[in-house]
């Protein structure tokens, strides 16, 4: 999808972290990142594991900036997860005050770095990865709030002329090696430096795709930058094999966590579904036929128990020809789609189990807890 691209709900990660970053010259603080405290103006928040995201929409319906709209809309549904692209600490304002408990953010996702990270341009992302990180743990650790630095589509960045008959560059691949390890650094310093307690920011790489070095040997991201870089999760734009078999799906999961070298006190399973989703226009402009393609994919990727699945996206933002592509939940006319509809019942529905296992044994769902329930709540729904 195009870089102005990518819905649904969730909330993650009730999983204990340690993290532990040094610099030469640098004092360093042993942060222990135990579990995932609840938000404490959501006390009962919980991790949804589906969410979705709001880049580049083609229209609006209210006087608010067209992504703040749509993260009202977001947030309306029942969601804690969002999705934005973002410049600066100042754009995040408005968003802050939602009720959002976490925040999966492009940031300075852009390719000037692809022909060779200068000195210069190696400092510039340093500092400006270094003083975002910075003052988010400054400003937000009482909120609680969880933050993902990340990127867009990286084999897109690979490939700029995306011919997927074509391997990678060497050229490329080390130029993307050193970016993304200059903004852990620089993520690391800063949460070494920051007396925190309660926020959590981690870094992201976005892989898209993946089947090409899986299945046919290609040189990509996947199997020539992962393997040498130290980022904390890796998002997977999954449109190269939503269309499998779940068991295909799963083992394709399978190969990228397996190209991520091991980090002491992460989760098992670093890989989250950054995108996916089916257009309108591809399913024919029919409502249930959109909800239920859409549906199965979901519960595809739930079965392999990622800590967050996002949907692409809550207002539509490709246009061909003139005409909206739909990738929505709601239209260009403001009209919910039955997608809209089920995801918000499915919102609800978990927060009522998630009470339910509350009473029942002292503790909120974790991830994996959310993703069985979800997994066979939308299964049931699909049988009906």
Excluded at 28 to 50: G, H, K, R, S
Excluded at 204 to 226: H, I, S
Excluded at 245 to 256: G, I, K, M, Q
């Amino acid at each position: 999808m195009s870089l102005s691209t990518r819905l649904l709900l969730g909330v993650l990660l009730a999983l204990p972290l340690a993290v532990s970053a040094q610099k030469k010259g640098r004092p360093t603080n042993q942060v222990e990142m135990t579990q995932l405290p609840a938000v404490p103006q959501l006390p009962d928040a919980f991790p949804q594991v589906i969410g979705t995201q709001i880049i580049g929409p083609s229209y609006k319906f209210t006087k608010d900036e067209a992504v703040l709209e749509a993260a009202k809309g977001i947030n309306a549904m029942g969601s804690r997860i969002l999705k934005i692209n973002v410049q600066s600490p100042q754009q995040l304002t408005d968003f802050i005050a939602m009720p959002f408990t976490h925040y999966v953010l492009w940031y300075r996702s852009k390719g000037d770095w692809v022909t060779g990270l200068t000195p210069e341009l190696r400092r510039r992302e340093y500092n400006a990865v270094y003083a975002f990180t910075k003052d988010l743990l400054t400003r937000y650790d009482a909120t609680g709030k969880t933050f993902f630095l990340g990127h867009w589509e990286g084999d897109w960045y690979l490939l700029p002329d995306r011919d997927v008959k074509r391997d990678v560059t060497p050229e490329a691949t080390a130029a993307m090696i050193e970016w993304l390890n200059v903004r852990q650094q620089a993520v690391d310093d800063a949460r070494s430096e920051v007396p925190y307690s309660k926020c959590r920011i981690y870094t992201y790489a976005e892989v898209n795709r993946v089947r090409d070095a899986m299945k046919d040997g290609r040189k990509r991201m996947v199997n020539t930058v992962l393997p040498k870089v130290n980022v904390d999760f890796i998002s997977y734009s999954a449109y190269d094999c939503q269309m499998l078999p779940a068991e295909e799906v799963r083992a394709t999961l399978d190969y990228v966590n397996a190209q991520i070298p091991a980090k002491p006190g992460m989760p098992a399973k670093r890989v989250f579904i950054g995108e996916f989703g089916l257009s309108w226009s591809f399913c024919g402009a029919d409502g249930e036929v959109h909800r239920k393609k859409n549906t199965e994919i979901l519960a595809k990727f739930l079965s392999w128990r990622p800590v967050m699945t996002l949907f692409w996206q809550y207002y539509n933002n490709e246009v061909v020809d003139g005409q909206q592509v739909g990738f929505w939940l709601v239209d260009n006319k403001n009209k919910k789609t039955p997608l809209h509809g089920m995801l918000t019942e499915l919102l609800a529905a978990q927060e009522t189990t998630a009470k339910e296992i509350k009473a029942r044994i002292r503790r909120l769902p974790n991830a994996e807890d959310m993703a069985v329930f979800s997994e066979n709540w939308l299964t049931a729904r699909q049988t009906k």
